[in-house]
Nanobody, 120 residues
Framework: VQLQASGGGLVQAGGSLRLSCAAS????????MGWFRQAPGKEREFVTA???????YYADSVKGRFTISRDNAKNTVYLQMNSLKPEDTAVYYC???????????????WGQGTQVTVSS
C-alpha cells in the first residue's frame, strides 16, 4: 500500500483544514487507517484512526474538533480539522495498519506527511 497525504497549509487559530490521504492498492478497505502528527522536537503522536467498518477513535486532544472518514471506493481517508489551535501545528502523517491501534509501531505503511501550521 502506498499512501499520499495532501491538504496541509497555513491557517489561523479557529480555522479549518481538510487533509486527504490517497492509497494505492486493491486491499485498502481491509486496512485500519490512522493519522499521526509530529511537532518539532516531539515524538510522533496518535491523532485518530478508522477501522474498515467505520469505527473511529480519537486522541483526547482532538476529540470534538477533528473528524476522520474514509471512502473505500476512492481509496481515500480524510481528516477534517476544525477549531484549530496553535498546538495542532505539526507534520501530519497518514498510515495503514492491519490492526486497530494507537501505536505508531503497529502501522506498516506511511505517507510522506503534510505540514499543518496554525498561527495565533
Amino acid at each position: 500500500v502506498q499512501l499520499q497525504a495532501s491538504g496541509g497549509g497555513l491557517v489561523q487559530a479557529g480555522g479549518s483544514l481538510r487533509l486527504s490521504c490517497a492509497a494505492s492498492g486493491r486491499t485498502f478497505s481491509r486496512y485500519v487507517m490512522g493519522w499521526f502528527r509530529q511537532a518539532p522536537g516531539k515524538e510522533r503522536e496518535f491523532v485518530t484512526a478508522i477501522s474498515w467498518s467505520g469505527a473511529t477513535y480519537y486522541a483526547d486532544s482532538v476529540k470534538g474538533r477533528f473528524t476522520i472518514s474514509r471512502d473505500n471506493a476512492k481509496n481515500t481517508v480524510y481528516l477534517q480539522m476544525n477549531s484549530l489551535k496553535p498546538e495542532d501545528t505539526a507534520v501530519y502523517y497518514c498510515a495503514a495498519s492491519r490492526d486497530l491501534s494507537r501505536l505508531a509501531r503497529e502501522y506498516e505503511y506511511w505517507g510522506q506527511g503534510t505540514q499543518v501550521t496554525v498561527s495565533s
